[in-house]
């Protein structure tokens, strides 16, 4: 489940899995404060999840880097354990990936246009 590295959609979920990593490190704060997580859980959780995301991201155009995005998701998702805001975010990040992911295989199903016709 992977897009060609020449459909204009791969950037568009780079910058998802970009933009992800920094709300992932955000979220450090809103776990320690909102939802009493320690301190050290928090960095973890936060941290390695954004760690997560910046190597899909870097590893987008190779043979792991979609599955591993998969796996982000999936993951900014199960943030929600530990803070709640993360289901809604996680989620909204979650629908954006497959929705540009949907996006790209259409554009790489539609066949290119031809010279005019008449």
Not at 19 to 27: C, T
Not at 59 to 84: E, F, H, M, N, S
Not at 99 to 118: E, S
């Amino acid at each position: 489940m992977r897009l060609a590295p020449t459909n204009p959609m791969g950037r568009v979920m780079l910058s998802i899995l970009a933009f992800e990593a920094i709300v992932f490190g955000l979220a450090i704060p809103g776990m320690i404060q909102v939802s009493s997580v320690p301190v050290g859980l928090a960095f973890g959780l936060g941290g390695g999840a954004a760690v997560l995301a910046v190597v899909s991201a870097a590893l987008l155009r190779g043979p792991v880097g979609y599955p591993l995005g998969w796996l982000t998701q999936v993951v900014g998702i199960a943030l929600g354990l530990a803070t709640p805001m993360m289901y809604a975010v996680g989620g909204m990040f979650a629908l954006l990936w497959v929705v540009c992911f949907a996006l790209g295989r259409r554009i790489a199903a539609t066949p290119p246009a031809g010279p005019p016709r008449g």
